[in-house]
């Protein structure tokens, strides 16, 4: 089964803010999404009813803020035809007959410019 990007997304929030980071399978680099604050982080539930209430804000907000980082990444990585990682701007080549990441164009001698 091939992963989706959205696989690669690694949850970084904290109690006052969402935030998701995607790793580069060629570089490593890290590329880490805005940072969207909860809405009622610094609001404190005076029952346990709020409480409830805000936790099940909680997950929806961060579920939004979960697809708003996957649409980011979405424009910052690819997916290489070849060896099936996704991969960075800077890991990623627009060749003459197939686009595909640094490490594979080096391996079939293909050339081309790396997008970022």
Request: proline share 3%; net charge positive; aromatic share 8%.
């Amino acid at each position: 089964m091939q992963r989706t990007l959205q696989d690669l997304l690694a949850d970084c929030s904290t109690e006052r803010g969402f935030q998701f980071s995607i790793t580069c399978e060629v570089c490593g680099g890290v590329w880490k999404s805005r940072t969207v604050p909860f809405s009622k982080a610094r609001v404190s539930p005076a029952t346990a009813g709020k409480k409830v209430v805000y936790e099940t804000l909680y997950r929806r907000e961060k579920e939004e803020a979960r697809r708003q980082a996957w649409r980011a990444g979405e424009r910052r990585f690819s997916r290489c035809p070849i060896c099936q990682r996704w991969v960075c701007d800077r890991c990623f080549m627009v060749c003459e007959d197939l686009d595909m990441c640094t490490q594979c164009a080096e391996k079939l001698d293909e050339r081309g410019s790396i997008v970022g």
